[in-house]
């Protein structure tokens, strides 16, 4: 094939466009694939965690109304401490969605508790509306301000 051909050739097949000029491209966005990639540029963690967290996101995302309970807490075993945290979701119709994880770093069962309250308000879609009940007050301080 000539350069002179192989040019024609691109410029018909490949830098034409194919659709014709009537239609526009349509373009799919995958919702369930997008809310996964934010959680997992998040979190740092296991992947079957961010798994489950985006399966709850991808069932709560057409609702807008929300309450739940979180809780964290700090746990001294032998010389180690262990952080946990956890929350169960209420959404419409009675629906409840629980998570529970554990966070390394700084040990404080405040920030289990923020952990709790974080990984909880990231799933939630945007333009919703949530109640959180929490038995921290210093949560609520690190939130909020003094």
Request: charged residues 15%.
């Amino acid at each position: 094939m000539s350069p002179g051909s192989l040019q024609t050739y691109l410029n018909n097949k490949i830098l034409e466009p194919k659709t014709p000029p009537d239609q526009h491209p349509t373009i799919f966005i995958d919702e369930e694939q997008e809310i996964f990639n934010k959680l997992e540029d998040t979190f740092q963690t296991d992947i079957g965690l961010i798994y489950q967290l985006a399966h709850i996101a991808n069932q709560i995302r057409s609702h807008n109304t929300f309450s739940a309970y979180t809780d964290g807490s700090l746990t001294y075993f032998k010389e180690s401490k262990f952080m946990g945290f956890g929350w169960t979701l209420q959404g419409p119709n009675n629906q409840h969605f629980n998570f529970q994880g554990q966070t390394t770093n700084f040990s404080s069962s405040t920030r289990a508790e923020i952990t709790a309250i974080l990984t909880l308000i990231t799933i939630i879609p945007n333009n919703s509306s949530i109640t959180i009940f929490t038995d921290s007050q210093a949560a609520l301080q690190v939130r909020m301000g003094p």
